[in-house]
């Protein structure tokens, strides 16, 4: 029989299960703030503190659980490791993911997930920053047509004719949590990489996700808001999506994508999201958007691929 290309090459072939866990990235946290949205909306509709809170906790038991199944024993850790777990998970789920749902309150779901789409982005421009380097020419490409690509999306916000897009008087607000969203989440994800080199992504998460509960329970105990009375059975439904495929499977997912494909192939979740969220939100909740927001998020999916293909 003759060799496969993989055989001549000497590389393994990548499994059929890589390639489903690529596709629950793409659909999974491509409706993750339609859930979001379903959750802090409604007569019955649960605060973000005690929506981030609540699923934080529900996320880290899960995911801890499943990592000291597999690994039968808690890791032994520094005590950097744990300040660098702390940290990151205040900037990636307190600051990145919790002021994404902030902005959800006010704002179309399919609009923040387009805004978010621009993740990729932020993190190159916050690599050449970090390490001081001039960008190839590609990447400067990119870098200003995504920027203007984001204008585009918010532009109808921001000078008032995307009132079905985000309430009336919270434009401003909304596009500001937002970016610090992006930043933040990007930033966390690059402070993070020594991490992973040290300790099981398992147990990161984990560890990322318990501070982020702990922070946000704070904040939940002292807005002193009421639970509502009895969520729909919608409400029930996206929560528990947002706890067991948003946040367990869909990390577990993202996790056994970097170990099986290219950095490229796996940053592809970040332009097809918007894509599938602009459809969830259209079809699901009847969202509507600007024409000149969806050249905006053209734009911008094409200016990924720009940078993207541009790395190694």
């Known amino acids: 029989m003759a060799p496969t290309a993989a055989d001549r090459s000497g590389t393994p072939a990548i499994p059929f299960s890589a390639y489903a866990h690529l596709l629950i990235i793409y659909v999974v946290w491509g409706g993750a703030y339609l859930a979001v949205k379903i959750c802090i909306s409604g007569p019955a509709a649960i605060t973000v503190p005690q929506l981030q809170s609540t699923r934080m906790w529900g996320a880290a038991l899960l995911i ?52 978010m789409g621009a993740i990729p982005l932020w993190s190159c421009l916050l690599e050449l920053l970090i390490a001081r380097a001039l960008p190839a020419r590609r990447v400067v490409l990119g870098l200003v047509l995504g920027l203007a690509g984001l204008f585009l999306v918010v532009a109808p916000t921001l000078i008032g004719t995307g009132t079905a897009i985000i309430e009336p008087g919270y434009a401003g607000l909304t596009v500001l949590f937002l970016v610090g969203a992006g930043l933040s989440w990007s930033l966390g994800t690059i402070v993070q990489r020594p991490l992973m080199k040290r300790m099981r992504p398992e147990w990161a998460a984990t560890l990322q996700l318990l501070t982020a509960a702990l922070v946000l329970t704070v904040v939940a105990a002292g807005e002193h808001a009421p639970l509502p009375d009895m969520p729909s059975t919608r409400q029930w439904l996206a929560f528990g999506f947002l706890i067991v495929f948003a946040s367990v499977i869909g990390l577990t997912s993202y996790i056994r994508v970097i170990g099986a494909f290219s950095p490229v192939i796996a940053s592809t979740f970040a332009y097809v999201n918007p894509i599938i969220g602009v459809l969830l939100g259209w079809v699901l909740l009847g969202e509507e958007i600007a024409p000149v927001s969806l050249l905006g998020l053209g734009i911008v999916l094409a200016s990924i691929a720009i940078v993207l293909s541009g790395r190694r």
């Open 64 to 115: 801890g659980a499943v990592a000291l199944a597999r690994t039968r024993r808690v890791p032994h850790l520094t005590r950097r490791d744990i300040a660098l777990c702390a940290a990151t998970g205040l900037l990636m789920w307190v600051g990145g993911n919790g002021l994404a749902t902030l902005a959800s309150r006010h704002a179309t779901s399919s609009f923040i997930v387009m805004a």
